[in-house]
């Protein structure tokens, strides 16, 4: 792991591979994630590059995987999925698994249709033997019917659809039988009776148990229908409307006993079709059980062959076509593990002439690396989040180890709901190796990534919480309170003392309903509670007064150190990229304006604690009023903190004076003096741009550089260039902006912290009132009711505690930590306009399937 201070210093490397062994050094980079690729041939498109028809050979081999996948998938078989990844295949091995695919692929497929047929027959022939079992209810055939001389029977006494009765009619007689869709019947009926003029007489009936579709596999309930007509034309239409409606027509016996028949042939073909099909299935099932032990390695393979000829297509070809040139950023430490890599790849390949690199000059702004453990990753991301930093900037994710947790805990600071915290965190660190838990999505995978993060900010809410003395909105008393009660009752104390102070006696005592312990009188006040807020503020009426003074202040101090903080952050940049003036002309004039006016507010606080006691509480002037004084000069004199008071503020007033007009002027006349002085301001030095490309401010301190370095004087030729790209006008416009925003941020951000005694007051009334509608009615009710009542009421704090109480506010002050530290305190020194480093590393892809047998 390297320095979370920077990012890591990169360089550009040019990378000389031989076309034999380009993808045997590229698969050993890409195991090794050292390096990332620039694309070379940015104007040339996806389909005209050299290896296009190599990276459309994966993604055939990613279908044919695919394929497999989903009929392993479907056929219940676990996928495994191996904790190592296979090297990508050599390409002597890519041609013979493309053969084993693609026959795998053909007889998987064969297989499968003849299964698909088979069980399309099963499903007709069991349809076809329920038509039968039921239609045998729906004509009345009497074979001893005599016939009658009646010219027309009587429709009472025959059954219209009796042979000899249609017989005596003649007509000729069809029948049509099937079966239907339930939701179809009623529109099929009308259609028949429409088109057909009532020449047909449909009878249909429910089957007692649901069949699967043939065609669409669905379970769903059939009808079964015997239609009968007469007439060919008749015959002709009842047809093509059985068509229109999807009915699965099956030709109807016109005797018993070619009814008995067709059921007995059917009884035959359908038990050998059981046997046939369950032999298809097990041969199909010992073919997708022997694919599934390896498909999960080749799939890895193919995925890294792919990324392999993907990469190849970012390089560019030499004038003999015979070597591949790429240029890489690679991290500095990392130079020496490029080159091996190298040379493990030009081994493997066998090549006589070894692929090489060399490192190249450049004027262009590196990408930023910054290296991570599982530690800093959740704290490095939220940094991330605001903007990936610039090359070699400050990184505030060093410091946001420690002062966001601790923002956190200001506004969280309870000691029982920080425990919950840190113990909950503490559970998910403890088993961060589960695989459940590191596959987990959603809102259980956005906690397990930030374990770290709820550790520390459930340790710091623990210390937090014993500092305001608070555990679910009660005290505990630890060592002892430092106030003595008894020490106000008048007996206490000799006659004389008696007469200065309001001392306590038995009919105050009965009287009052409050009683107040003041701090002056001897033995009260016996010293300050070791640690945090003494416990017997939790009884007094005037405690929110006392801790909203107290979380105030605190609030002021913290913010104002924190910004200070950040602006003398900025002092290390502007060391490190070479651009001293910018101390004397930006950060100090930044420091004197924001100590001047807040610095002093702080001094103010602390002095007054340190000075004023209790005795002399009460003439103790207010801070907010010296404050506001400071500005408006009152004409009547004030007594003032200490004497000489109003001389120090007039000059720290001065000084904020002068600070602002050397903020606003200061850097962009002396760019204009160090341009105007210079006869050409360009630079020979080989390096990369600190700052942003085409800057006025680099094309100004390229001459004073070269004089500090010693560098001989440009030529003339570079005069003209270089001074159309000064522009004093935007330089003036941009750091005026910058001032402006600076000394208006200084006050709105200084009342943005009072969000830390804002959300810690919330936080603590909100617990004070669920403990007192909850725990303290559960408490209250007599010994005979109260533990059944005590119980569902600890279960219901419980539940409410940890979804409003840690959830809800949890996520409240998280998110206002992170304003704190995005808007307050970065915006004084980071920039985060740089790019990510992305290294060609097989480590990126992933290897895992889908819940529909896919690979993702």
């Not at 028809?53 to 392993?72: F, H, N, P």
């Not at 003392?497 to 002056?520: F, G, H, I, T, Y």
């Not at 617990?767 to 009615?777: E, I, P």
Request: net charge neutral.
């Amino acid at each position: 792991m390297g320095s979370l201070f920077r990012s890591e210093p990169m360089c550009l490397a040019q990378l000389f591979l031989q076309s034999g062994t380009a993808y045997e050094c590229l698969s050993a980079l890409g195991e090794k994630g050292l390096v990332q690729f620039r694309d070379l041939n940015q104007n040339v498109s996806s389909f005209q590059r050299k290896f296009v028809g190599e990276v459309k050979r994966c993604e055939e081999l990613e279908r044919m995987l695919a394929y497999l996948a989903q009929e392993i998938h479907r056929a219940d078989i676990p996928l495994p999925e191996g904790e190592t990844s296979p090297p990508a295949p050599p390409l002597k091995q890519v041609l013979e698994m493309q053969e084993q695919l693609q026959k795998l692929e053909v007889e998987l497929r064969e297989v499968t249709r003849n299964k698909e047929k088979l069980r399309k027959n099963l499903l007709e022939l069991i349809e076809y033997t329920h038509m039968l079992r039921v239609t045998k209810t729906f004509v009345r055939r009497n074979v001893e019917f005599e016939p009658t001389y009646e010219e027309f029977p009587a429709l009472d006494s025959d059954s219209l659809l009796d042979y000899s009765s249609m017989q005596r009619l003649g007509a000729k007689l069809g029948f049509v039988s099937g079966l239907i869709y339930q939701g179809k019947v009623e529109a099929f009926e009308k259609m028949l009776w429409r088109v057909c003029k009532g020449y047909t007489i449909v009878t249909y009936a429910e089957l007692d148990e649901s069949l699967e579709d043939p065609e669409t596999g669905e379970v769903i309930k059939w009808y079964v229908f015997l239609i009968s007509f007469w007439g060919e034309q008749i015959g002709h239409k009842v047809k093509k409307i059985c068509d229109c409606y999807h009915c699965h027509v099956y030709p109807y016996p016109s005797t018993a006993e070619e009814r008995r028949e067709i059921q007995e042939g059917l009884s035959t073909r359908i038990q050998d079709l059981y046997t046939v099909l369950h032999k298809t299935e097990d041969y199909l099932r010992q073919v997708l059980c022997k694919a599934a032990e390896s498909v999960y390695s080749r799939a890895v393979q193919v995925k890294k062959m792919k990324a392999i000829y993907h990469t190849l297509n970012m390089c560019s070809l030499d004038v003999t076509n015979k070597c591949l040139i790429a240029e890489v950023w690679c991290p500095e430490a990392d130079l020496q593990g490029l080159r091996r890599a190298l040379e493990d790849g030009s081994r493997e390949s066998g090549a006589t002439i070894a692929s090489f690199m060399n490192t190249i000059p450049t004027k262009e702004t590196p990408p930023t690396l910054i290296r991570t453990n599982k530690f800093t990753e959740g704290f490095q991301s939220i940094v991330d989040a605001y903007g990936v930093g610039s090359y070699r900037e400050v990184n505030p994710a060093l410091f946001s180890i420690i002062t966001f947790p601790f923002l956190f805990a200001v506004m969280f600071g309870d000691f029982g709901h920080g425990f919950v915290m840190f113990l909950f965190a503490l559970l998910l660190v403890l088993n961060e190796n589960h695989p459940r838990l590191s596959q987990s999505q959603e809102i259980m995978g956005m906690f397990f990534n930030g374990r770290y993060i709820l550790l520390l900010m459930g340790l710091f809410s623990v210390y937090t919480g014993l500092i305001y003395n608070d555990c679910f909105s009660k005290s505990v008393n630890l060592f002892g309170s430092g106030w003595n009660v008894s020490a106000m009752y008048s007996a206490s104390h000799p006659p004389a003392e008696r007469e200065k102070m309001a001392l306590w006696n038995d009919s105050v005592v009965r009287r009052s309903r409050v009683l107040q312990l003041d701090p002056s009188v001897p033995g009260v006040f016996q010293g300050p509670y070791p640690l945090g807020i003494d416990p017997i503020w939790n009884l007094a009426t005037n405690r929110l007064t006392f801790l909203n003074s107290f979380k105030m202040k605190m609030s002021v101090i913290l913010g104002i150190i924190h910004m200070t903080f950040g602006v003398v952050l900025g002092i290390f940049n502007h060391l490190h990229f070479r651009k001293k003036f910018n101390i004397y002309l930006v950060s100090v004039p930044e420091l004197l304006f924001l100590l001047c006016m807040f610095g002093y507010l702080i001094f103010m606080i602390i002095y007054k604690w340190l000075v004023y006691t209790a005795e002399t509480s009460r003439v103790a002037p207010s801070i907010l009023i010296e404050f506001i004084n400071m500005f408006l000069f009152p004409s009547t004199a004030t007594s003032g903190l200490y004497a000489g008071q109003e001389h120090v503020q007039r000059l720290l007033l001065a000084v904020t004076a002068l600070a602002v007009p050397v903020l606003f002027l200061g850097k962009p006349l002396f760019l204009l003096w160090l341009h105007n002085g210079r006869s050409c301001f360009g630079v020979s030095r080989s390096g990369y741009t600190l700052v942003r490309k085409d800057s006025e401010e680099e094309v100004s301190l390229m001459g004073s550089q070269d004089v500090e370095e010693g560098s001989p004087p440009l030529e003339d030729g570079c005069r003209e260039v270089t001074c159309e790209e000064f522009n004093f006008g935007e330089i003036l416009m941009t750091q005026v902006i910058h001032s402006i925003e600076y000394c208006l941020g200084c006050i709105s951000n200084t009342a943005s912290y009072l969000r830390l005694w804002a959300l810690s007051l919330a936080h603590a009334q909100l617990s004070d009132v669920l403990w007192t509608m909850l725990m303290r009615l559960g408490l209250r009710v007599d010994k005979t009711y109260g533990v059944l009542l005590l119980l569902p009421m600890m279960a219901l704090f419980a539940v409410l505690t940890i979804f409003i109480l840690l959830v809800m506010e949890g996520l409240s002050a998280f998110l206002h930590a992170i304003r704190l530290h995005w808007v307050e305190f970065q915006n004084k020194f980071y920039v985060g306009a740089g790019t990510k480093f992305v290294p060609f590393s097989f480590r990126r892809l992933s290897w895992k399937f889908s819940d529909d047998g896919a690979i993702a």
